[in-house]
Antibody
Framework: QVQLQESGPGLVKPSQTLSLTCTVSGGSISSGGYYWSWIRQHPGKDLEWIGYIHYSGSTSYNPSLKSRVTISVDTSKNQFSLKLSSVTAADTAVYYC????????????WGQGTAVTVSS | EIVMTQSPATLSVSPGERATLSCRASQSVSRHLAWYQQKPGQAPRLLIYGASTRATGIPATFSGSGSGTEFTLTISSLQSEDFAVYYCQQYYNWLSFGQGTKLEI
């Protein structure tokens, strides 16, 4: 079965770029027509969709974050990545990578999440 | 933006009893509604999509209903492992999550 695992720094300084990678195991990132997503959960527990990417490179981003977000995919490594620029304390959250259904925007497989704190 | 409102914020139920959780949309989302369960320290787990379709591996004790703006997640005969936070999510117009209902013993 498909499993996802996030990796990246747990601490990022304000104004810098947050970079995370999600490694997909148990299946190919290029098969099934799935979309590969980033979702975050703030300490107050609200869930916020960041964006998603198809293995073809097609992306969609949350309009509220679009100017700062880049999601990319590396099919040779079966990974996809998130870059969030100009971070502030408001970007402190647990970041999840997740697999989105091909035809509807719901997520059926999630990584365990990685906590990222923005602080100097 | 479609705002999703869940009620109650906290629901106290005894094991073996039935729990009914509500989710209201600020405008119609048809049946484009999903439910997730989240336990402390874990990622959300998809329970229901399409308002009433159980995701793979989800037991029949979980059922979803509703359409338009009013939705319900029912958990029959609560087990200890069912006590968690439950979120609804609409995917009719972009997407948005509710703020969650904590189901406690």
């Amino acid at each position: 079965q498909v499993q996802l695992q996030e990796s990246g720094p747990g601490l990022v300084k304000p104004s810098q770029t947050l970079s995370l990678t999600c490694t997909v195991s148990g299946g190919s990132i290029s098969s099934g027509g799935y979309y590969w997503s980033w979702i975050r959960q703030h300490p107050g527990k609200d869930l916020e969709w960041i964006g998603y990417i198809h293995y073809s490179g097609s992306t969609s981003y949350n309009p509220s974050l679009k100017s700062r977000v880049t999601i990319s995919v590396d099919t040779s490594k079966n990974q996809f990545s998130l870059k969030l620029s100009s971070v502030t304390a408001a970007d402190t959250a647990v970041y999840y990578c997740a697999r989105r259904f091909p035809s509807i925007v719901v997520w059926d497989v999630w990584g365990q999440g990685t906590a990222v704190t923005v602080s100097s | 933006e479609i705002v999703m409102t869940q009620s109650p914020a906290t629901l106290s139920v005894s094991p073996g009893e039935r729990a009914t959780l509500s989710c209201r949309a600020s405008q119609s989302v048809s049946r484009h509604l999903a439910w997730y369960q989240q336990k402390p320290g874990q990622a959300p787990r998809l329970l229901i999509y399409g308002a009433s379709t159980r995701a793979t591996g989800i037991p029949a004790t979980f059922s979803g209903s509703g359409s338009g703006t009013e939705f319900t997640l029912t958990i029959s005969s609560l087990q200890s492992e069912d006590f968690a936070v439950y979120y609804c999510q609409q995917y009719y117009n972009w997407l948005s999550f509710g703020q969650g209902t904590k189901l406690e013993i």
